[in-house]
């Protein structure tokens, strides 16, 4: 049983780009959140989809949005990129429970 | 608001010597604790958890009780390994379904 899965794995884009990262949950999941963590600090909320509605956000700016599909994968948009977006971003799957999050291996993105 | 707030690390300890980590939280509300911990290039793996007071939680002979009274959720273990070299993320979730609210992280070396 896959857990969830995320690619690319890693990504170099220039500043002011976009990128799209996108996120596989685990099987029988039906939540995504995405979190991103910079080097050296804790993951950070971003926000959180639930059948296909961002069910509730982070204090990120609006250059972050996401996008939940019928089959529960996910894609997190990032527009006009910043070298402080330079980060790992990871992606959890849930199915409600508290506690019952299963984290990706992340996507690291590099800005320069 | 609410927060997470573990001990700096590096912690440098020599195989089989005692671990503490130190681990505090605000909340609003009555949260579900967690011990996250993630190895060198993944992502997150939940060590433990305990969702009410006085509740222990454990796992690879990690331990941390949940203790409301002084608002802390430490983490111990007996006798570390090399192989627990890591970072360690304590965190809380305060309502169900809610984001998690991660510390900033402690990384742990272990010296053969």
């Known amino acids: 049983d896959a857990g969830v899965t995320q690619s690319p794995t890693h990504l170099i884009k220039t500043r002011g780009q976009q990128v799209t990262l996108r996120c596989s949950p685990k099987s029988g999941h039906d939540t995504v959140s995405w979190y991103q963590q910079a080097l050296g600090q804790g993951p950070q909320f971003i926000f959180q989809?639930?059948?296909?509605?961002?069910?509730q956000r982070g204090n990120f700016p609006d250059r972050f949005s996401g996008h939940q599909f019928p089959n529960y994968s996910s894609e997190l948009n990032v527009n006009a990129l910043l070298l402080g977006d330079s980060a790992l971003y990871l992606c959890?799957?849930?199915?409600?429970?508290?506690?019952?999050?299963?984290f990706g291996s992340g996507t690291r993105l590099t800005v320069v | 608001g609410d927060s997470v707030t573990q001990m700096e690390g590096p912690v440098t300890l020599s195989e089989e010597a005692f671990l503490t980590i130190n681990c505090t939280y605000t909340?609003?509300?009555?949260?579900?604790l967690f011990w996250y911990v993630q190895y060198p290039g993944e992502g997150l793996q939940l060590l433990l958890k305990?969702?009410?007071?006085?509740d222990k939680g454990s796992n690879k002979g990690f331990e941390a009780t949940y203790r409301k009274e002084t608002t802390s959720f430490h983490l111990e273990k007996g006798s570390v390994q090399v192989s627990d070299s890591a970072v360690y993320f304590c965190a809380q979730i305060v309502n169900r379904d809610d984001k998690i609210i991660f510390g900033k992280g402690t990384r742990l070396h272990i010296l053969p």
């Open positions: 305990a969702t009410k007071a006085d």
């Open positions: 959890a799957s849930s199915l409600g429970a508290p506690g019952g999050y299963t």
């Open positions: 989809y639930y059948e296909e509605e961002e069910r």
């Open positions: 909340a609003t509300g009555y949260p579900s």
